[in-house]
Structure formats: C-alpha cells, structure tokens
C-alpha cells in the first residue's frame, strides 16, 4: 500500500531554514507527481509546492515562491521540502500528497513551528 514518512519538522526561529522529507513506498515513485501540503489550527490545507515526475516542472503558493524549494530523488524514493526565511505564518503541519490510479495519498504530517 501507499505510505509516506515525513520527518524534518521542528521548532525555528524567524529567518530560520528547514529542510522536510518525504519517504515513498508502494508505489514506482518516478511516475508521479507529488507536492506538500500545509495546515495551519482553524485555517484549510493549502498546496505549499508540487513537483511533476518526468519534467520535474515545480509550481509553488504565492507565499512561499523565493524561498522554498521542492525537489526529488527518485532513486530515494524521496521528496524534499527546502524551506528559507522562515516566518510566523509557516507554523502548520506539513504533508506530503500524491495521485496515483488508484487513488490519492497523504502522509501522517510534520510539524513545523516558527517562533522565538
């Protein structure tokens, strides 16, 4: 079956970096897209950024475009969420997503609190 495990998540101070990744399995992981999610207390789910598989074409949210940067290791089985200049507003839990023909997938999440 589909499973993820994310890891990297934690507490950093304003301005600070961070670094998600995402561990695929169950499925040939080269074939398909994936992206990261966040979710914030009280707010929606929001695409963060999504990589595709062959092109490995990247799109991200308005808000973090500059300063995070997705990319992939196929070989690893890996996504990976490069994030810079942290701010308060990227405190949520980040999971990563993907579709595949049989369905969609979420991971379990990691959390990622800003703060000083």
């Known amino acids: 079956q589909v499973q993820f495990v994310e890891s990297g998540g934690g507490l950093v101070q304003p301005g600070g970096s961070l670094r998600l990744s995402c561990v695929a399995s169950?499925?040939?992981?080269?074939?398909?897209?994936m992206s990261w999610y966040r979710q914030a207390p009280g707010k929606e789910r929001e695409v963060v950024a999504s990589?595709?598989?062959?092109?490995?074409?990247?799109n991200y949210a308005d808000s973090v475009k500059g300063r995070f940067t997705i990319f992939r290791a196929n070989a690893k089985n890996t996504v990976y969420l490069e994030m810079n200049s942290l701010r308060h507003e990227a405190t949520a839990v980040y999971l990563c997503?993907?579709?595949?023909?049989?369905?969609?997938?979420w991971g379990q999440g990691t959390q990622v609190t800003v703060s000083s």
């Open positions: 169950g499925f040939t992981f080269s074939n398909y897209g």
């Open positions: 997503h993907t579709v595949v023909a049989w369905g969609d997938y």
């Open positions: 990589i595709s598989s062959i092109s490995g074409r990247k």
